[in-house]
């Protein structure tokens, strides 16, 4: 629970003993080319963001595969509690696409518009209570792959006499 002083919060979190506490880290598969269905910018639910537990920059034609993968509470890799419901959102869906596969992983695609995006999961489990993060994806241009003749302001050749 998070209750707003102004300019300082008080955060008061409950455990409950004897319950499993898991962690999450992000993993994130090689980028790839997207397509002009990765651009369409797709509707509601966008999630809510935080601070962002991992950053990783997306040029704006490239699309990635992401996973969760559990850990314990100092770091080390945990079995999956196999009852848990993962679900992936974005707060900038103009600039992310996020489709969720409904099996623990999502696909992001950049749109193509340069800017800050957040993508965030949500891990729900019936006994092993809930979990979140966020990933910070800028979408940054790609690769140069064209090139323009920018021209200057015009000026004189012949002094008019």
């Known amino acids: 629970m998070r209750i707003d002083l102004g300019d300082a919060a008080l955060e008061i979190n409950l455990r409950v003993l004897g319950v499993r506490r898991y962690r999450l880290r992000w993993h994130v598969g090689a980028p790839r080319d997207t397509g002009p269905a990765d651009r369409i910018v797709k509707g509601p639910p966008y999630g809510p963001t935080g601070k962002a537990d991992l950053i990783m920059d997306l040029q704006a034609d490239k699309q990635v595969e992401v996973d969760v993968q559990f850990t314990d509470e100092v770091g080390n890799p945990a079995a999956d509690p196999g009852d848990a419901s993962v679900t992936y959102t974005t707060d900038n869906p103009t600039v992310l696409n996020v489709t969720d596969h409904g099996d623990g992983t999502a696909t992001i695609a950049a749109t193509g518009t340069l800017g800050a995006a957040n993508v965030q999961v949500a891990v729900s489990s019936p006994t092993g209570g ?3 993060g966020d990933l910070g994806v800028p979408g940054v241009a790609g ?6 003749i920018v021209a200057g ?3 004189e050749v012949t002094p008019d006499a």
């Open 143 to 148: 690769l140069a792959e064209g090139v323009n």
């Open 153 to 155: 302001e015009p000026t």
């Open 130 to 132: 809930s979990l979140t």
